[in-house]
């Protein structure tokens, strides 16, 4: 296997599932670390660090559970006196 930084796919996979609003715990650490040893596992000998990195990313939906993605408001709401219909100009 080529040289792999398993630090790196670590706090890749960490920092994602922070983001993603995930409350690490002992437990989900070593979850984490569970999906790491698993991905390592299956990874063939030729496989380089971008493929172990995306073997784990994809893994991450099977192993935790995300908050659903809400897409933010492309603006802000409407109201009468934001369009200057509410002043006394």
């Not at 690490?24 to 070593?30: F, I, P, Q």
């Not at 670390?33 to 073997?55: F, G, K």
């Amino acid at each position: 296997m080529a040289e792999i930084s398993l630090q790196d796919v670590f706090n890749r996979a960490y920092t994602y599932l922070r983001a993603s609003g995930i409350d690490m715990t002992v437990d989900r650490y070593r979850t984490l670390l569970h999906l790491i040893e698993d991905s390592v596992a299956s990874a063939d000998e030729e496989e380089q660090e971008d493929a172990l990195l995306e073997s784990a990313m994809e893994r991450i939906p099977r192993y935790f559970e995300l908050p659903e993605n809400r897409a933010p408001k492309a603006t802000p709401p409407l109201f009468r006196g934001s369009i200057g219909y509410g002043r006394d100009d």
